[in-house]
């Protein structure tokens, strides 16, 4: 059984930051490729970003430059993070992690982010 909890959403100005973090636990494979997820209202869910166990990293064209993706990688867990910097009213989503590809049976709840003056 794997656990996903994902926090540090809220609601910011535009072109303020937020730092995301997921944290994934239990009965798991530590070298998973880990990604961050989003779904805005009444859009399908996207991908954002994906890191590999060694860092390497990719990023979607429309937050590249201003998202950065990173992971913390230990015995029985990871922590992962999305650094959003600039960020836009059109940021504004439920953001998620998962593997990459995303694993259906690992959506957690997710965390906020509202961009919004």
């Known amino acids: 059984q794997v656990q996903l909890v994902e926090s540090g959403g809220g609601l910011v100005q535009p072109g303020g930051s937020l730092r995301l973090s997921c944290v994934l636990s239990g009965n798991m494979f530590t070298g998973y490729v880990m990604g961050w997820y989003r779904q805005a209202p009444g859009k399908q869910r996207e991908w954002v970003a994906r890191?590999?166990?060694?860092?390497?990293?990719?990023?979607t064209d429309n937050v590249k430059g201003r998202f950065t993706i990173s992971r913390d990688n230990a015995e029985n867990s990871i922590t992962l993070f999305l650094q959003m910097n600039s960020l836009k009213p059109e940021d504004t989503a439920v953001y998620y992690c998962?593997?990459?590809?995303?694993?259906?049976?690992?959506w957690g709840h997710g965390t906020q982010v509202t961009v919004s003056s």
């Open positions: 998962n593997r990459w590809p995303a694993d259906s049976n690992w």
């Open positions: 890191i590999r166990f060694d860092g390497t990293s990719s990023i």
